[in-house]
């Protein structure tokens, strides 16, 4: 071989070593961002389910519907509950 073609080879070797030390890299890199983006992601969904509980909660307490479960929980039902403990105590 001669000259010109020994400076190609040589040439075409270190690009070649150049190319896969980059890409190495770059895989190596790829590979943490997903890691951390995965993070995010789990990070996310933790805040969506508490941003739904909450939503839920404040829904429940200014709605109507929730109004009135709340006072017929808190008030009617152990009104009612007496009144059955009542009702069987008569009865025997």
């Known amino acids: 071989m001669n000259?010109?073609?020994?400076?190609?080879v040589?040439?075409?070797?270190i690009t070649?070593?150049?190319f896969l030390i980059v890409g190495i890299?770059?895989?190596?890199?790829?590979?943490?961002?997903?890691?951390?983006v995965k993070e995010v992601v789990v990070e996310g969904q933790d805040i969506a389910k508490n941003?739904?509980?909450?939503?839920s909660n404040v829904k429940g307490m200014t709605s109507i519907g929730?109004?009135?479960?709340?006072?017929v929980?808190?008030?009617?039902n152990p009104k009612l509950k007496d009144k059955i403990k009542?009702?069987?105590k008569e009865e025997k």
């Open 86 to 88: 009542e009702t069987k």
């Open 10 to 13: 040589a040439i075409l070797a």
């Open 3 to 8: 000259t010109a073609e020994w400076i190609i």
């Open 16 to 18: 070649l070593l150049i």
């Open 25 to 36: 890299v770059l895989i190596v890199k790829l590979i943490d961002l997903t890691k951390e």
């Open 73 to 76: 929980d808190k008030y009617i």
């Open 51 to 55: 941003t739904n509980g909450i939503v």
């Open 66 to 71: 929730g109004t009135i479960e709340m006072f």
